[in-house]
């Protein structure tokens, strides 16, 4: 294949992320909506372009209190920062279909350099002769680093709120026309 735009399919697409809650499990939660711009040779994405959008406050866990607090300005202040970016800067194939990709992420107005393993799940035509692809990508960033550093001290000991968050993303886009 050659390099081609691809049209990110929110329906069959999830931004999904956990974090640690009162040291003893994780809590869930995802994005409802984000946007790609994806150019990109499927069988070799080490030339790809990535760029992906998330608002913030689309964030949903299940829970509107938590979900509430999450947007306020303790955690992402989706009133003054409405988008999370990435933008790949470097990408490196390490095993078939396997690539890390490197890029700035921005959240809350910080910047800082993330890596996420991405596999390139396959291709194939839906029913209707759509072109279509599909990726996964899971990584883990501290939510410290881009000062989202609220918590409450446990009377137990620990924290509230882990500081490392697990990202995972399942992507399917179709060959834009």
């Known amino acids: 294949m050659t390099k081609t735009k691809w049209a990110l399919d929110p329906v069959h697409s999830s931004v999904d992320f956990s974090v640690r809650h009162m040291m003893i499990a994780n809590v869930k939660g995802s994005f409802q909506s984000f946007s790609a711009t994806i150019e990109a040779d499927p069988a070799d994405l080490t030339t790809a372009t990535i760029e992906f959008t998330v608002e913030t406050a689309s964030v949903d866990t299940r829970n509107k209190d938590r979900d509430g607090h999450l947007v306020s300005a303790d955690f992402f202040d989706a009133e003054n920062h409405p988008n999370m970016t990435f933008k790949a800067t470097n990408i490196v194939k390490t ?14 107005g ?49 924290v509230l709120v882990g500081d490392k968050v697990k990202i995972n993303l399942q992507i399917q886009a179709a060959k834009a026309e």
């Not at 279909?97 to 959240?107: K, Q």
């Not at 393993?117 to 501290?142: Q, Y």
């Open 110 to 158: 910080v910047t800082k350099q993330e890596t996420f393993a991405v596999t390139f799940e396959g291709s194939g035509k839906d029913p209707w002769g759509n072109e279509k692809v599909g990726f996964s990508a899971t990584g883990s960033l501290n939510r410290s680093d881009f000062g989202l550093v609220w918590n409450a001290a446990l009377e137990t000991g620990g």
């Open 95 to 108: 095993d078939e279909g396997e690539y890390d990709v490197t890029g700035d992420l921005t959240l809350r």
